[in-house]
């Protein structure tokens, strides 16, 4: 469904992302962990096509769309939440919902029922999205994300902020999506929940995959190695 083969991507001479191969097959939930900076968000938007990358490939469903605009992209069924949600503030929780369908694909999803998969978002409708709590605001984002009927639904970071009540809300509403078949991509920062969310996550150090097929079975320190590098691990554990 989604391959990402040998991508670079900088930021002037900085490799935020170096080297990065990887396969999502339809359906699959993956999640993607790795500390802050390790460059889970750059390589989600340039998977988007919200970056443009130094060298490597993108394709998706096939096609190759290394160079391919973002909202073509979208149209082809790839559709990321961006971190921060990155919403209309002036907007209504409905107009920001129908700006996902600025790119017309065909699908199932519609107003009606974003608001039967978020029912918080119902008595939101017609209030400015500025005025939302995190978890309406997530939810609006996602929503948005949703409107496009995505076949791969990127979501990076969507628990940020938010309090645990509200992140499992907002989960409960992303596991509705694995029984459509909608492949995910997620960056999530709980390593537990990433593990138990997933069929397998990805960890990311320093600009490169360090251990990819993790899943509950994995040892414990080889994650955290992976996560942390081999000569921080101690450290990190010492100061937590
Ligand atoms: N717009 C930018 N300009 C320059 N450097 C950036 C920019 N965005 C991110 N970076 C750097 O790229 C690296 C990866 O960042 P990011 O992809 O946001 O990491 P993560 O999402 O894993 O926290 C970090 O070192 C960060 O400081
Ligand atoms: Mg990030």
Known sequence: MLSVSNL???????RAVQGVSMNIDQGDIVSLIGANGAGKSTLLRAIAGALPIHSGRVS?????VTTTSSSARVKQGLSLVPEGRRLFADMTVE??????????RSGDWSIERIFATFPNLVKRRHA???NLSGGEQQATAIGRALMSNPDCLILDEVSLGLSPLVVDQVYASIDSLKDAGTTILLVEQDLERAIRFSHR???MLEGKIVLDKLT????KEEITHAYFGLQQSKHQEASQ
């Open 201 to 203: 996550a990805i960890c």
């Open 8 to 14: 670079d991507v900088r930021y002037g001479q900085f």
């Open 128 to 130: 400015k999205t500025g």
């Open 60 to 64: 998706f469903k096939q096609h190759d």
């Open 216 to 219: 509950s079975d994995t040892n």
């Open 95 to 104: 107009e920001n919902l129908l700006l996902g369908t600025t790119v017309k």
